[in-house]
């Protein structure tokens, strides 16, 4: 695979400068990923992270919420007990 190949792929455009600076770091990527396959990895398990990993969950509290009234208490806009915004979305579309 080339790099004009990899660039239509990721929909970038690059100049002719571009296309030869990252064919030769593609290069360099591809040949540190050979040397990478020959490392001896016999009897060392898959592993996604060096480090094992923990959840910290909590469990949920319930909990009294902020009231209509704070809620809105600085909102630039609203619209009785709603928070008003602007358009987004044409109408017509």
């Given at each position: 695979?080339?790099?004009?190949?990899?660039?239509?792929?990721?929909?970038?455009e690059l100049s002719s400068d571009e296309k030869t600076r990252f064919a030769g770091q593609l290069e360099q990527i591809l040949h540190h990923v050979e040397k990478l396959k020959?490392?001896?990895?016999?009897?060392?398990?898959?592993?996604?992270?060096?480090?094992?990993?923990?959840?910290?969950?909590?469990?949920?509290?319930?909990?009294?919420s902020l009231s209509n009234d704070a809620a809105l208490?600085?909102?630039p806009d609203k619209d009785g007990p709603?928070?008003?915004v602007p358009r987004i979305i044409d109408p017509a579309s």
């Open positions: 695979m080339n790099v004009e190949t990899l660039a239509s792929l990721a929909r970038i020959s490392a001896h990895t016999e009897g060392v398990e898959p592993t996604t992270h060096v480090l094992p990993l923990a959840n910290v969950y909590r469990e949920d509290q319930l909990r009294p208490a600085n909102a709603y928070f008003k």
